[in-house]
Structure formats: structure tokens, C-alpha cells
């Protein structure tokens, strides 16, 4: 968002005589109507008009009640909602430019020259024709009498703003697009269900998924759930597949696997670009090796369903940066695409875009695979490499004679054991012994170690909580103990697994190196909390699940209280001082306040609170949601907030509370959670396998260098690894987390969403970029 080119412009109003119009095209995905719901928001917000173009290019065309000026209360209860509530159709008529003509004079008829389209490549595509010929449309216009100079002369120039809501995630130039996230919830539910009735009859299950141009969705779903095997159209499989994929078959259930997932993207195809489909898979297996198999093909259950918080979180932040990228254009501005690259949020000129994801398909079609792979962008090609290697079962028959030991620190989360397995499998394909270390350090200073083998992790993806078993215990008193067993079981490096517990026990273990040579062993922290608190990483295995849980119990919260009409509902959230659960799930269920340790409030901000909820009951809107991280303020307790609300609030309202309590940190994990958690083990146990060769002299393994015992971290694009001496400076130690949060920064979205007067802080300004290879390493 930009002040550069308006140092003292006030953002509130920005937007005055301006009219801006959202419109939903192509398929529908889940997350779109947080998009539509933040647009119009912010859109108001800044001063302007909003309309609604209902059934998308169509509804632009067919004018009259199709567009309509949107309020504050029409996108209500929208957020939790799946598909998009404006309609969407694929309209012949715009294609045309007659249909395009009269589109052109519906928006010049209602001072419409703001246009925020929300679809795929072809919607994006149509809308950027529609801009260029702009001006000729209005000179027809004028020539056939339809509208007047002046009209013409005040609507001289089209501005368009696009937000990606494809579930394919086929996209280049942005890591995620609307609605994917949720489609892989779709998927992965599918799948955890299937691999219960799989197991039980000993199948072969083979799932058919979306994706016609684009393998995202079949190689995050496979690897997410260790599927046997993955086709996609970007990668297709080499000659003599069958052979291939029917020995890892057959391997599999010899090592005593009772089921096989194949995934198939619904493009996918061999590389003289004949289609590969399920049934000819199936027959396959049938003939050769005579297993009972099954398919299912999931088709448009991935469309449907409430969107995930990620979902929500994208689509509101897409809609805010849609309306400053709309309301900051200028006539020479390309038409651009609002996206996210890591968790930033970015500008692309949308031609540039289209441009590549047409590269992709032209690649493929020219059986350039290769290529088509690395124009996806940096993380589709960092999960097909991961993918291929855990798929890789025949271990070296050469060993390394590394010994890596592996264990879980704090409080249990979703996708610990995600990341155990894939650390587990890819030591074992660098030819390490595997060790487990069972219940944190506590189980390092006892012994309560032993070997871990491939077999061992199977099916470890899908399960929530620590199969290892984990305790908050810190090292520092059993260092003597600790620094024994390393010996005694010839530990050469440390996979530590956790939260906050782990990021302090790894820096105990390292200011032991002084005392304990043992300690002088490379090891990796890899950030795994609900809390989101670990310094060095934007992100924490588990703490997207555990959002999830909670947007989920809140979506049901407001639907309770929406029943019942002038209800508050007080929910409090876990996360020790750190708010970024209260924060983010206030965002993704559309609470009105959400109270953190980082964010201080005083009694006057509680007083502006219920006066907001007293106006807001006059609408038509008549409930409200706070959100109380349990460790914001000693004094301001959640009893104390219900207590105050319950009698600020005494003839208007009345008042419920809820403590969510442990059910945060259970479930099983979501796509995110699994995905990150297996590129994290992958990545931690290459990058200890080179620097235990760095670390090599004289016979033996000698590490005590600062670089040597790292956090491994999603730092805005990219994960890399920071030394725990250094980022011990960016640390609040006492209240348990980092001096810097780069969420901290997206508060004032919600704040704004939810009808606050608040000034939004424009000075982060997000220039144009451009898409060469600009997709980071989030690509869930």
C-alpha cells in the first residue's frame, strides 16, 4: 500500500467520488466471498461507492438490477460461506463486442470506473481486453447516441484490479491462489477417510482430482498423505511406468503395508501426451498383480464447502490490496493482480502473469516438462523434488555411519509427526541410522532411545498430536545425563521438534558446549506450536490447524448467536502472550474485537469496544464476537470482559463465554500443517547431512560454531536457517516470543473490516513487481 504518492492523503478518503464495482467470473472457489466482503468493506471504507455485479461478465452486460450498490451489512455473515454469493457465469455475450459495448455503457451510466474482478486466467485475461479497448467502446457509444461526450469524458479511463480464485492454484506469479487451500481440505478429508476402508480390506485406492492443466492439487494432496503415487500433466511419468509403479505397489504391501493411494490429476498424461486415467490405472493393477482396487474420482466436492482460514485470510487481504491498487492507479498503471508471495502481500502486472501460465501449458504441449516445472514457480518445483524423494524406497546399500536422533519439545500440535516421518525417511535415504528420541529431553537424559525405521512412520502424515510422545522439560538440568547418552548412543546431530521449550532447549544446549564436548553436534530447532512464537519463522507446524479449530468453533458461535439475535460472544483463545491465533482467527471468522498481549489496551479501548457493539445492534446485524488471547492482560481477565460487557451491555445485549482450551491442539492436521511439516523434516536433515561432512576432522564429528545449531524458518519468501545465538536478540524472553511479528502489521484489516474508524497505515508501499520465478516457498 502506498503513501508515496500521496505523503498526507488520508485513507478515509481516499475513495470519495469514486465507484468501484466487484464481480465474480469463471468457476467458483471457496474464499471468494471474503474477497467480495473485503472490497466492499475497505471500498466504503475509503470514501467510495461499492456495487455488485452479479453473475459475473453476464450480469456486466445484462445491466439493470444485475448491478446494484452494495453496504456495509449486505456482506454479512459472507465469510464463512463457500462458492461465491454474487453468482458467477461464463458469458458468451462478453466474448463478444457487442456484449462488451453494452457492458462499457451499464458502468458508464453508473460512474463505474473502478472494475475488481475476482476468477481465474480467463476471466483476468477478459477484463485486461475489455480495459484496452476501453476507449473505443465509449467512442461508439457517443457515435450511436447511447451515452453523452460528457459521460464519456468523466468515464475516460477503466482502471482493473484482479484477484486470483481458482482452486487449481494454475496461476503463475502468485503462491496461492483463492480457494486452493480449501480444496485441499477437501481432498485430504477424502483421503483420511478412504485410508481407514482401505486398510481394512487390504485396497488399492486410486483418487481422481481437479486439476486439468495444473498438478498442484494431486502432488500437495500425494504429498501430504505419502500417497505410493502421484500423476501430473507438468511431470509425466517415463516409459515403462507400469512396470515401475507396480514393483513400489508390490514392495509396499511385501514391507507390510496394507493399503496403496494413487492420485491422478484429472490432466495428467504420458509423455507422448496420450491421457493417463484412473480406470486404465486401475485395470492395470487388476491384471498384473491382481489387487482388489477402487476409484474414486472426487470432482466438484472440491469446489464446495466452508473455506478454510487461510482462504479467508487471503481473500480479505487480496480485497484491501485490490482497493488501494485500484484507488492509487493511474492511467499509464498496467492492469495488475493482487497476490501473496510467501506472506507478503504483492502487485503483478496481469498480462505478465497470463503470459506465463500460457508458457506452461505451451510447454507441456510441446513436451518441455522440464520447463513447465520450473515456470509453476520455486514451490511447485520444491514439492515435486521432495516428493520424489520420500517416494524413493530403496535405501542406499551403502551407510553413512551418521547416527540422527529426533525429538518432540512442548506441548503437542498437528504436524509433528509429519515432520518426524519425512526427517526419518530422508535420513534413511542418505543412509543414517534413524534414532527416536521418545518424551523431549527428559527421554534424552533417560536412554528412552531406540531406532526408527521407514515401516515405522508410515501413515504418520494424517495423525495429530506426538506419536514420539513430548514434555516441556528443559535440558539445563539433566545436561550431565544428556551429554552421556549423546555418547553412549553416538549421537553425530539433533532434530529438535517443537515450540518456544525447543528454541530455549537448543540454546541451553548450546551455551553447554563450553562444558559438555558431546553438545558440540549440529542441530536443527524446527518451529512446531499452536502459539506461532518460535524466533526465526513467520510460521509454526500446527498453529494452521489449530486456526482452523478455532474459526470453525467461532463460525458455529455466530451462527448460535445470529439464531438468537443480540448475543455476544466472548471466545478465548490459546497462544500463551503471543496473539497471533486471537489475531488471525478474528480476521478469518470476522470477530469485531480480538484483545492481544502485543496490542495493549486500556479500559477506555473496552469502553469503545461495547459502544461499537451497542451501535452495532441498531443494524440489521445483531451479534457480535470478541476474541481474547488467554495471556493479554493479567487484570482484564475474560471473566472480567464478560462481566463488564454483561452489564455495559444490560437491555441491548446479553452475553456468553467460551475457553476454547486444549481441543486447539488436537484434530488432525491440515493440508498446510502436513505439507510444511514434510518439507521442514526434508530440508533439516539434508542441511545437517552437509554440515556434518563441514564439521568432519580427524575421525570425528566437532561442531561448535554459531551456524551450527539453527532455526529452520519461513522467513517472508524463502525457508532458511538462522543461527538460535543470533535470533536470541529478537527475543522477549520472559513473555515467550519474538520482539518482531510481521502479522502484527495486518491487525488494522480486521479492525477496518469490522467497522472501526481507524486509520489504516499506508506508508508499507507495495510497488509493481514483476513475475519472473516469484512464487517463494509457502506453496502450501
Known sequence: ????????????????????????????????????????????????????????????????????????????????????????????????????????????????????????????????????????????LVTAGSISEAEAKQSSHLNIVGMVGSIDNDFCGTDMTIGTDSALHRIIEVVDAITTTAQSHQRTFILEVMGRHCGYLALVSALSCGADWVFIPEMPPDDGWEDHLCRRLADQRARGSRLNVIIVAEGAMSRDGQPITSDQIKELVIDRLGFDTRTTVLGHVQRGGTPSAFDRILGSRMGVEAVMALLEATPDTPACVVSLSGNQAVRLPLMECVQVTKDVTAAMAEGRFEDALKLRGKSFENNWKTYKLLAHINPPDVKSNINLAILNIGAPCAGMNAAVRSAVRMGIIQGHTMLAVHDGFDGLAHGQIEPITWTSVTGWTGKGGSMLGTKRSLPGKMLEEISQNIAKFNIHALVIIGGFEAFVGGLELVQAREKYEEMCIPMVVIPATVSNNVPGSDFSIGADTALNTITATCDRIKQSAAGTKRRVFIVETMGGYCGYLATMAGLAAGADAAYIYEDKFNIKDLELNVEHLVEKMKTTVKRGLILRNENSNANYTTDFIFNLYSEEGKGIFDCRKNVLGHMQQGGTPTPFDRNFGTKMGAKTVLWLTDKLKECYRHGRIFANTPDSACVLGMRKRALTFQPLTELKADTDLEHRIPKTQWWLKIRPIMKILAKYDIKLDTSEHTDMEHVINKRGDLGK
Not at 456495487?51 to 456495509?72: C, K, M, P, R, S
Not at 456482506?75 to 462499457?104: C, H, N, P, W, Y
Open 1 to 140: 500500500m502506498s503513501s508515496d504518492l500521496h505523503p498526507t492523503l488520508d485513507p478515509t478518503k481516499m475513495g470519495l467520488g469514486r465507484s468501484i464495482a466487484v464481480l465474480t467470473s469463471g468457476g467458483d472457489a471457496q474464499g471468494m466471498n471474503a474477497a467480495v466482503r473485503a472490497t466492499v468493506r475497505v471500498g466504503l471504507y475509503t470514501g467510495a461507492k461499492v456495487y455488485f455485479v452479479h453473475e459475473g461478465y453476464q450480469g456486466l452486460v445484462d445491466g439493470g438490477d444485475n448491478i446494484h450498490l452494495a453496504t456495509w451489512e449486505s456482506v454479512s455473515m459472507m465469510l464463512q460461506l463457500g462458492g461465491t454469493v454474487i453468482g458467477s457465469a461464463r458469458s458468451k455475450d462478453f466474448r463478444t463486442r457487442e456484449g462488451r459495448t453494452k457492458a462499457a455503457c451499464n458502468l458508464v451510466k453508473l460512474g463505474i470506473t473502478n472494475l475488481c474482478v475476482i476468477g481465474g486466467d480467463g476471466s483476468l485475461t477478459g477484463a485486461d481486453a475489455f480495459r484496452s479497448e476501453w476507449s473505443g467502446l465509449l467512442g461508439d
